[in-house]
């Protein structure tokens, strides 16, 4: 790769993606830009051909593409972790393996919104859940701007910042979550990095009104295919590290215990969490 630094580097943690990853590369390289950029493909030890597949390219840009693959499977945190030591970029874009962008222009749109706007740490745009074959299962009918601030996130709003949409700046004051065991115990990991990022700097969320990506619903995906009753409990568990170890006003925790009881107790109480259920209450009072 040239030794020039790259002005942004994408950052693409994957994991038996095969079938995806293709086309997730082709939206790297389609990306028309008046910065350099870099690609770095963090391969968590695929058991498919993601590995052959991604070096395939690697071969034909190697001046552009950077693979860096395990021994043994990691998990997706430690992967993301080992990925974003080799991104040297002024800007850091996510984008998933199994997920894809669709604009040719979307970094240097993120790129221009954090440049000129130096309050903001993160820039986000609308995407398209699609499934396998590439047949639309969502996408919003009529984008406009969001922009969020810590007490949004906090708060559960984070409408069109999925992962594929992100653009942040490559700071200390955002790499610090992985320094924090309790990272390691959540399980949407976005979405603890996009807390951290906003509550460490005292910075904001964009999102561009546009659709520029998608994000495949699959069998195989980390996420978006766990059974309902197994992701609600996810979900409350990530709660509860978000209420124990983010930093907010007091009168702040009314808001969250409205949040807990609207999304989560009825669900602890018809599954016997009730002493789980009334330890997050009384955390919160």
Known sequence: MSDQQPTVSICCITYNHERFITHAIEGFLMQKTNFRFEVIIGNDSSADRTAEVAAEFVAKYPDKIK?????????????????LKECTGKYVAFCEGDDFWTDPYKLQKQVDFLENNQDYIICCHYTRVVDPDNNTIYVHPNPRPF????????????????????????????HDIIKEPWFFKSYAGDKMFKLWATMNTGKKIYVIPEVMSCYCNHAGGIWSMIDTNVRKGMMISDFNLIIKNFNYPARHKKRLLYLYMKRYFLFEMRNSKINKAFSTIKYLL
């Open 67 to 83: 693979l860096v693959s395990t021994e043994a499977n990691m998990g997706i945190h430690k992967n993301l972790i080992n990925t």
């Open 147 to 174: 922009v969020y601030t810590y007490l949004d996130l906090l708060a559960g709003k984070q409408e069109e910042t999925k992962t594929a949409t992100v653009v942040y700046r490559n700071i200390p004051e955002v």
